[in-house]
C-alpha cells in the first residue's frame, strides 16, 4: 500500500476548485524503483475479489528469442512494467504445446511449454519472477476441446470406432444412408458444420467427430470419467508449478446435451439463438458439477487459488456457476458490450452488481481481450454500431474519439468494485489494426470464412518507439505487421509523458488500491439530476462522472461539487479547464470536505 495519507481521498491531491480553470488535473504519478513490488493488494486473503489482473498474450506481448513470436522469457524480462503499472496478477493465455492452428487454444499437451515460448524452466523462471514482484500469475485451461495434434486424438483416429480411444473424444456415425451426413445440424462457432468425419483404417469414411470450434479442435468426452481425471491431473501439475488461478476457456461448454439432439434453425438455416440464449451445446447443467469437482483441488493448496469462467451465458444462470463450492468469479462481459450511453452504462454495472450480492462474490469488468475489437477503436464507431458485428473491411472507426472514449470507459472501470480485467496495450490505447494482408492473418475463423477474424487485436506490443519491430523483437521480426502509428504509442514514449494513456492508467490503478475502489463494501450509487448524457457513479465521498457527450457539460453549479477535488481526468481540455466535463470524458472528484 502506498505511504501516502491514511485518508486517501485527503491524499496529496491537488486541491480543485471546480471553477479554478487552470487546476491541473492529472498529478505525476509516483516513480517506483524498477522491479518494485506492484503492492501488497495481492497478497490479501481472496486477493481476486478486488485484483486487477493483466491479460499477457504471450505471442504478442514481447519477443526475447528473436523469432517474430513472443515468448516466456519476454515476458519475464518485462514483468517490471506490470509490476510498475500496478496490476495485482498475470493471466497468460496459452503458452503450451501447440500446432497453434488457434493460437494456442488447440492443446496438444497440457504439460508442457510449446518450444516457440520456451521450456518449463522458462515457465518456473516467470512464475518465480512475477511472485517476486508481487504479481499472481492465473494460467489459462483448455477443457473443453484439445488439438487435434494431441496424442490421445491421434489414437482415437487409429483406433475402432466403439473402442476406449475413441470415448475419450465425441465420435458418432452419421446419419444417412452411409453415414454421410453429419449426426446433427450443430455448427460451428467459428463457420461451417460442427463435425468432421474421418477416414477409417480400412480407407473407407467412417464416423465424425465433434469440434464446437475448428476443425483442428476435438470437443473432449467429459462423460469420460477418464477425461475428468486427466484434467485433475493438469490442474494440480500446474497449481503444483506455483499458478495462482485458472482462465477457464468456454467454461460453459464441455458437457452437451443428452443425445446430442438437432438444434432448431432459423429461416437461413442457422441454428436459432433466442436474445440472451445460447446455443444447444453450451451452459448445460451437467458443466456445473466439473466446477464443484475442482474447487477441492483448488482449496486444498494455500494461498487463495481461484478460478475465473469465460462463460457466455445468460444471467440468471450464473449462481448456478459460483459460489463457495463453485467457481470463484465469471467473466461479466456486458459491459464489454454496453454502447457508449448512460443507460446502457448504468445497466451494464447495475446488473452484474446485483448478481454479485446474489452469489456472494464480487463481479469482474472487461472492456478488452484477445477475441473481440480493441475498447480504442470500439468506441470510435457510431453508437448504432452494435458490439457482434465485429470490424468489417469497410468500417473506419474515428481514431480519436475512439481513444478519448475509450479512456473515459477504463476511467469508469477502474473505480467500480469488483476484479479488472486489462488487456495487454490497452494501457497504450492500441487500436484495432486493420491493415493486414490476408496471407498473414492467422485467427481459424478467417480461414474458415474469410471474416477479418481477431487478429487486428492481436498485433505485436510496440515498447520502443525507434527499435526494430518497436521493441518487441530484437530480430525487427514481428509474426503479424506491426503499423507505423504505433511508433507514437510505445511505452517508452507514454512513459515520459504526464498526459499519456499509460500515465493515466497507473494513476488510476494507485488511486484504485489507496482508495480501495475494488471493494465491495463501498457500495455503488447512482447520481440523478444530472445533465443529460452525464452518468455520474458514487462511492462514498468520492465521485465519477462521465459524459458520454459530445461536448463539453457545466457542472460547477451542482452544489454536490462544489469545492471537490479532480483526483483524475480521462482527458483535460483546456479550452473549458474545470469549469464544465469536457466532451467524452471521465472525473474522479473527491467530495470530501467540499462545501
Ligand atoms: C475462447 C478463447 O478466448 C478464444 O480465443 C478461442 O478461440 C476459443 N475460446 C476456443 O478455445
Not at 278 to 292: C, K, M, Q, S
Not at 301 to 316: K, N, S, T
Not at 430 to 451: N, S, T
Amino acid at each position: 500500500m502506498s505511504s501516502q495519507s491514511a485518508d486517501p481521498l485527503a491524499a496529496d491531491t491537488r486541491t480543485i476548485d471546480p471553477l479554478a480553470a487552470d487546476a491541473s488535473i492529472v498529478p505525476s504519478p509516483t516513480p517506483k524503483a524498477p522491479g518494485a513490488v506492484a503492492s501488497d493488494h495481492g497478497q490479501a486473503p481472496e486477493w481476486w475479489r478486488d485484483a486487477v489482473v493483466y491479460q499477457v498474450y504471450p505471442r504478442s506481448f514481447a519477443d526475447a528469442d528473436g523469432d517474430g513470436m513472443g515468448d516466456l522469457a519476454g515476458i519475464t524480462a518485462h514483468l517490471p512494467h506490470l509490476a510498475a503499472l500496478g496490476v495485482d496478477a498475470v493471466w497468460l493465455s496459452p503458452f503450451y504445446t501447440s500446432p497453434q492452428k488457434d493460437a494456442g487454444y488447440d492443446v496438444a499437451d497440457y504439460m508442457d511449454v510449446d518450444p516457440r515460448f520456451g521450456t518449463l524452466a522458462d515457465a518456473d523462471e516467470l512464475f518465480a519472477r512475477a511472485h517476486a514482484l508481487g504479481l499472481r500469475v492465473i494460467v489459462d485451461i483448455v477443457p473443453n476441446h484439445s488439438s487435434d495434434q494431441h496424442p490421445l486424438f491421434q489414437e482415437a483416429l487409429a483406433a475402432a470406432p466403439g473402442s476406449p480411444e475413441r470415448e475419450m473424444y465425441v465420435f458418432r456415425d452419421g446419419r444417412g444412408e452411409h453415414g454421410e451426413l453429419p449426426p446433427n445440424n450443430w455448427t460451428s462457432i467459428f463457420h461451417g458444420p460442427a463435425w468432421t468425419r474421418v477416414t477409417e483404417a480400412d480407407g473407407a469414411p467412417g464416423q465424425w467427430y465433434l469440434h464446437i470450434f475448428d476443425t483442428s479442435q476435438p470437443d473432449w468426452n467429459w462423460e469420460n470419467p477418464e477425461v475428468r481425471a486427466m484434467f485433475r491431473d493438469v490442474l494440480r501439475f500446474w497449481l503444483e508449478r506455483g499458478a495462482d488461478g485458472f482462465r477457464v476457456d468456454v467454461a460453459h461448454g464441455m458437457i452437451k446435451p443428452e443425445g446430442l439432439p438437432d438444434a432448431t434453425v432459423n429461416s437461413e438455416g442457422l441454428i436459432d439463438i433466442p436474445d440472451g440464449e445460447v446455443p444447444v451445446y453450451f451452459d448445460n447443467d451437467g458443466v456445473l458439477d466439473i466446477y464443484r469437482e475442482w474447487r477441492p483441488i483448488l482449496d486444498a493448496y494455500p494461498g487463495d487459488r481461484m478460478m475465473v469462467l469465460e462463460a457466455w451465458i445468460p444471467e440468471r444462470r450464473l449462481p448456478l456457476y459460483i459460489g463457495a463450492e463453485k467457481a470463484h468469479q465469471s467473466f461479466n462481459f456486458g459491459f464489454l458490450q454496453a454502447r457508449w450511453d448512460v443507460g446502457a452504462l448504468r445497466a451494464a454495472i447495475e446488473k452484474p452488481l446485483a448478481l454479485a450480492d446474489a452469489v456472494q462474490s464480487p463481479t469482474t469488468w472487461v472492456l478488452s481481450n484477445h477475441d473481440v475489437i480493441r475498447h480504442a477503436s470500439r468506441f470510435g464507431f457510431p453508437p448504432e454500431h452494435s458490439f457482434g458485428e465485429g470490424l468489417a473491411r469497410d468500417e473506419e472507426p474515428d481514431a480519436a474519439l475512439g481513444l478519448l472514449r475509450a479512456r473515459a470507459a477504463s476511467l469508469l472501470m477502474l473505480s467500480l468494485p469488483g476484479a479488472a480485467y486489462l488487456y495487454q496495450g490497452e494501457e497504450l490505447g492500441l487500436p484495432e489494426v486493420r491493415e493486414i494482408p490476408d496471407e498473414l492473418r492467422e485467427d481459424p475463423a478467417h480461414k474458415r470464412a474469410g471474416v477479418p477474424g481477431r487478429d487486428g487485436c492481436r498485433v505485436p506490443l510496440p515498447w520502443l518507439h525507434d527499435a526494430p519491430a518497436y521493441g518487441f523483437s530484437p530480430s525487427g521480426r514481428s509474426w503479424l505487421p506491426q503499423p507505423p502509428e504505433f511508433a507514437d504509442l510505445a511505452a517508452d514514449i507514454q512513459a515520459e509523458d504526464p498526459d499519456s494513456t499509460l500515465e493515466m492508467y497507473r494513476r488510476a490503478l494507485s488511486l484504485r488500491h489507496e482508495l480501495e475502489l475494488g471493494r465491495h463494501e463501498r457500495p455503488v450509487s447512482f447520481l440523478e439530476g444530472l445533465p443529460d448524457g452525464v452518468l455520474g457513479v458514487g462511492r462514498g465521498d468520492l465521485v465519477v462522472l462521465v459524459n458520454t457527450t459530445g461536448r463539453s457539460v457545466r457542472v460547477d453549479e451542482d452544489p454536490r461539487f462544489a469545492g471537490a477535488r479532480v483526483l483524475i481526468a480521462s482527458h483535460e481540455d483546456d479550452a473549458t479547464g474545470l469549469r464544465a466535463l469536457p466532451a467524452d470524458t471521465t472525473l474522479w472528484l473527491s467530495t470530501a470536505g467540499a462545501r
